[in-house]
């Protein structure tokens, strides 16, 4: 092992492991992170046949309310014949029982080769995961595909036993998937957590498209194809379970009415109407003075069904910084209420927000407050 390593290792403690952790802790991870990294060597060469060269290595921390805390495992990050990936190895002992992600590709093309073998999908993009630096987890970069299984084209059952991974698979396009039954989502994806999206052929992917929140969107699935669901063709979600494995079919029937569109959750075709909106103080919003109503009011149908909305911001001003959707209903008493705080999310071209009509004379207008 190159000495050097030890010397990296050593300024990433310094560097980023202070304040709040004591020299004690520091010392400790030190230590830890130079047996993590001896470890790393001996588990690659055990498990690859080849010795590969250390580039970087961290010790793993976890976040909590008096500081973080350190678990004594450690994310040495190697390279060898050109190719990095990382190993994921505790250093607390002298041990090789360590989980890496240098056939990920591998694991990856062989779902991808699957899905279209069964179902003549050809995907954009596929993206997998079983573990995250919880650091630094907003970063694609801290998020790995692990396994101590060695992956030999012919075991993919041993990897779906060893370790569960959640996968997001993009087809853009508008590809038809509807041939994603719970049972061929079964078949391809086996024990895990997976979700297909086609995208409508007017995506930008430049402009909104995030590989972050859609391989978050398998585990938050239902906000994600509604905050999205103005470019969303169609969506499929599959989480398995022994017990009580959950499927999901989406296909979004988006509504409009005048500059807003809006989104059933049962998908219901429902009838708004425009409605004169009230004074924009009303809301309260952060001192509302000089603020504007910048869209139409709509008036929306009494309903215990929920109800997503979306105002392009491209028609809203500062292309809609700075805006929010208020709403305003009768109480049960009869006195006008009004509400700033409705769930306002940024989503590509679109102010969204998710909306539950349960009272009487239920309206929503967007109101600008300006810099």
């Known amino acids: 092992m190159k000495k050097i390593s030890f010397i990296t290792a050593w300024i990433i403690i310094s560097t980023m492991l202070t304040g709040c952790v004591s020299r004690e802790q ?34 793993e921390s976890e976040g909590g309310l008096f500081g973080p805390t350190f678990t004594g495992y450690a994310f040495i990050e190697m390279e060898y014949d050109g190719k990095r990936f ?92 509807s041939v994603l039954d719970e049972e061929t989502m079964d078949d391809v994806f086996g024990e895990n957590y997976a979700a297909v999206f086609s995208y409508n052929e007017s995506t930008n992917t430049s402009d909104w498209y995030s590989q972050y929140n859609e391989l978050n969107s398998v585990t938050s699935y239902n906000d994600y194809k509604y905050k999205y669901g103005m470019y969303i ?20 029937v988006i509504q409009t009415c005048g500059d807003i569109s809006y989104i059933t959750e049962n998908n219901e075709i429902i009838s708004l109407h425009e409605t004169e909106p009230d004074d924009p103080e009303n809301w309260n919003y952060s001192d509302t003075v000089n603020a504007q109503i910048v ?39 009869g006195k006008r209420e009004y509400s700033s705080g409705a769930l306002n999310y940024d989503c590509g071209d679109y102010l969204v927000s998710e909306i539950k009509p349960q009272f009487e004379d239920y309206y929503c207008v967007v109101i600008y407050k300006g810099k």
Not at 123 to 144: G, V
Not at 233 to 252: I, R, T
């Open 26 to 59: 520091r010392e400790e991870n030190r230590k830890n992170l130079i047996q993590a990294e001896k470890n790393a060597v001996l588990y690659i060469k055990d498990k690859y046949e080849f010795t590969a060269d250390i580039k970087n290595s961290k010790v």
């Open 86 to 177: 990382t190993v994921y190895i505790d250093g607390k002992t002298v041990n090789q029982d360590g989980r890496d992600n240098y056939q990920e590709k591998e694991i990856t093309k062989f779902i991808e080769n699957k899905l279209y073998e069964e179902t003549g999908i050809q995907c954009d993009s596929i993206l997998m995961q079983n573990h995250y630096n919880y650091k630094q987890k907003e970063s694609m970069d801290n998020y790995y595909l692990l396994y101590n299984t060695y992956f030999n084209g012919d075991n993919i059952d041993d990897i779906y036993e060893e370790r569960r991974f959640n996968c997001a698979v993009s087809c853009f396009g508008a590809a038809d998937i």
């Open 295 to 333: 869209s139409k009011a709509y008036s929306i149908p009494t309903s215990k069904e929920t109800l997503w909305v979306y105002f392009d911001k491209n028609n809203l001003p500062q292309n809609g910084e700075n805006c929010r959707i208020a709403l305003s209903w009768l109480s049960d008493n």
């Open 233 to 252: 063709n169609e969506a499929v979600s599959y989480k398995y379970s022994k017990s009580d494995s959950k499927y999901d079919y989406f296909k979004p």
